[in-house]
Nanobody
């Protein structure tokens, strides 16, 4: 059973930075063989995709985070990281890690990010 565990969330002031990490375990596949992504859900809003990296290495950044957030992966450690800079109050929400193996889709339990203005 594939498990995703997020870490790194917390409370930060506007303009600050956070680094989220997603640790993937329980799969016979490398994370290089998965499409990985970060989603977030703000209170009262639908879950939205923030950033993603495909198995081929193509990177997607949502328009609201372009130039501020960077997704990367460490195959040896089995982790996917989201570096978030210049945070603002609109970035507040629960951030979820997602893995798509083309056979199944997995989610982490989420980590809370709160940006104070």
């Amino acid at each position: 059973q594939v498990q995703l565990v997020e870490s790194g969330g917390g409370l930060v002031q506007a303009g600050g930075s956070l680094r989220l990490s997603c640790s993937v375990s329980g799969s016979s596949q490398s994370i290089n063989d998965m499409d990985m992504g970060w989603f977030r859900q703000a209170p009262g809003k639908q879950r939205e995709r923030v950033a993603g990296i495909t198995s081929a290495g193509s990177i997607f950044n949502g328009p609201s985070v372009e130039g501020r957030f960077t997704i990367s992966r460490d195959t040896a450690k089995g982790t996917v990281t989201l570096q978030m800079n210049n945070l603002n109050s609109d970035d507040t929400g629960i951030y979820y890690c997602n893995a798509n193996t083309l056979v199944d889709v997995y989610w982490g339990q989420g980590t809370q990010v709160t940006v104070s203005s």
